[in-house]
């Protein structure tokens, strides 16, 4: 097993379990936080779901209807969890809030609300540190510190493993405020301002997910870094007079297409121009490779200033 599977399937199970708990100390001490705090961890556990569906339909092979095939299946299936967090946590956990903050009622049985929050922070805590692991693993293979990594992956489904367990860390420490403050007071407003707050955590965690999983459908191209290794393997090529147009895109977390129309020496035969465009494509491959749709155009200058003329592009 992979470790974005492992990932997924290590938070899947702590989430059942750290579910049922938070629902059973809610019940049992009348705390809204907690209760707010278990419909994040219900979300949490449907976004292992979806989560785990992008990895196992992206690997079905390519077809007539999809040629490209299904890489982009994670991408969907991660902007899906986003738009889940904030449908069915934030919005339930702000209105759960709201209501308890107009009408507070005090705790009953603190014990078990603490009780039930140092487990679900043990259990959350090892969910994290199995995604920070897999993600530190991927940034030194890469050659990046984990936050640059982060940023830049095109992975959205360990990244949104990664995010989700550090903000259930976060949440059990803002559920773990309210009540506290609501035991020493006696005003049970502290324990729902809590639960806003895991309200605006959601959302906050849907925006960045759904963000980066949005830039992924809609085409988002290489990395800059990607980029300039492939125009430094265009203009190392002693053949390659001028690159018209280059186009990039995103089919996978690991794979990448490029569209590339270039203009060549005119005095080269045929058999020289598609030995040196084998290589060409070989060169981009090492230097790139999550390159695994490579498409080159190549013409002389005539040929292409006729184009240029005629308005036609790639």
Avoid at 36 to 59: I, K, P, R, Y
Avoid at 114 to 132: D, K, T
Avoid at 242 to 251: F, H, P, R
């Amino acid at each position: 097993m992979d470790g974005t599977r492992k990932a997924v399937l290590v938070a899947f199970i702590g989430n059942v379990a750290i579910t049922l708990a938070k629902f059973v100390g809610a019940y049992f001490s009348g705390s809204v936080a907690i209760f707010a705090e278990g419909l994040h961890s219900v979300v949490d556990t449907l976004n292992q779901v979806f989560l785990w569906l992008g990895l196992h339909l992206q690997e079905r092979p390519a077809s007539d209807k999809h040629p490209f095939g299904y890489g982009k299946e994670r991408f969907f299936w991660s902007f899906v969890a986003a738009i889940f967090i904030f449908a069915s946590g934030a919005l339930v956990s702000f209105y759960e809030g709201v209501d308890k903050f107009l009408h507070p009622e005090p705790l009953r049985a603190l014990n078990w609300a603490l009780g039930v929050l140092a487990f679900a922070f043990a259990a959350e805590y090892y969910s994290f540190r199995v995604s920070y692991t897999e993600l530190k693993k991927r940034a030194t293979e890469a050659g990046k510190d984990v936050m640059s990594y982060l940023r830049t992956t095109r992975d959205p489904t360990l990244a949104a493993v990664f995010v989700e367990e550090s903000a259930a860390l976060v949440g059990i420490v803002i559920a773990l405020v309210g009540v506290s403050l609501t035991a020493l007071t006696g005003n049970g407003r502290f324990d729902a301002a809590a639960s806003v707050a895991i309200g605006l955590l959601l959302t906050f965690l849907a925006v960045l997910l759904g963000e980066r999983s949005r830039s992924l459908l809609l085409g988002q191209g290489a990395l800059p870094e990607e980029l300039e290794a492939i125009h430094r393997i265009f203009a190392a090529s002693d053949f390659v007079e001028q690159v018209i147009d280059c186009y990039t895109m995103q089919l996978g977390p690991e794979e990448l297409l490029l569209a590339a129309h270039l203009q060549i020496r005119h005095d080269l035969s045929t058999q020289e121009i598609e030995a040196r465009m084998d290589a060409l494509e070989q060169d981009l491959a090492q230097a790139v490779p999550s390159l695994k749709r490579v498409f080159l155009e190549a013409e002389n200058a005539e040929e292409v200033e006729r184009k240029i003329e005629e308005g036609k592009t790639f």
